[in-house]
Nanobody, 121 residues
Framework: QVQLVESGGGLVQAGGSLRLSCAASGRTFNRYAMGWFRQAPGKEREFVARISRYGVGTYYVDSVKGRFTISRDNAKNTVFLQMNSLQPEDTAVYYC??????????????WGQGTQVTVSS
């Protein structure tokens, strides 16, 4: 069992930055690929970024490429999402996920509770 706790959300003006963190419990953190998803009001949850078990490979949805960076610190059981040049359309609840990488996507096994990111125009 893995428990995930996100932090770092908040309110920021357009063009600003936030850094989300996701702390994982347990000693099996590096067994999992990690990812970030988000859900805006009235919309389905969507994939944002993923990182492989040892941080070698990353992948982003097109809308955040060049603005967001995912990273992980396996010694601290933590994954990060650095978000720069934030836009109002980035407003959503952001969820951390731990799971398995296939050739095409991250399949989550565990989810965090989410952290709200609000970008004002």
């Amino acid at each position: 069992q893995v428990q995930l706790v996100e932090s770092g959300g908040g309110l920021v003006q357009a063009g600003g930055s936030l850094r989300l963190s996701c702390a994982a419990s347990g000693r099996t953190f590096n067994r999992y690929a990690m990812g970030w998803f988000r859900q805006a009001p009235g919309k389905e949850r969507e994939f944002v970024a993923r990182i492989s078990r040892y941080g070698v490979g990353t992948y982003y949805v097109d809308s955040v490429k060049g603005r967001f960076t995912i990273s992980r610190d396996n010694a601290k059981n933590t994954v990060f999402l650095q978000m720069n040049s934030l836009q109002p359309e980035d407003t959503a609840v952001y969820y951390c996920a731990a799971g398995i990488l296939t050739t095409a996507q991250l399949i989550p096994d565990y989810w965090g509770q989410g952290t709200q990111v609000t970008v004002s125009s």
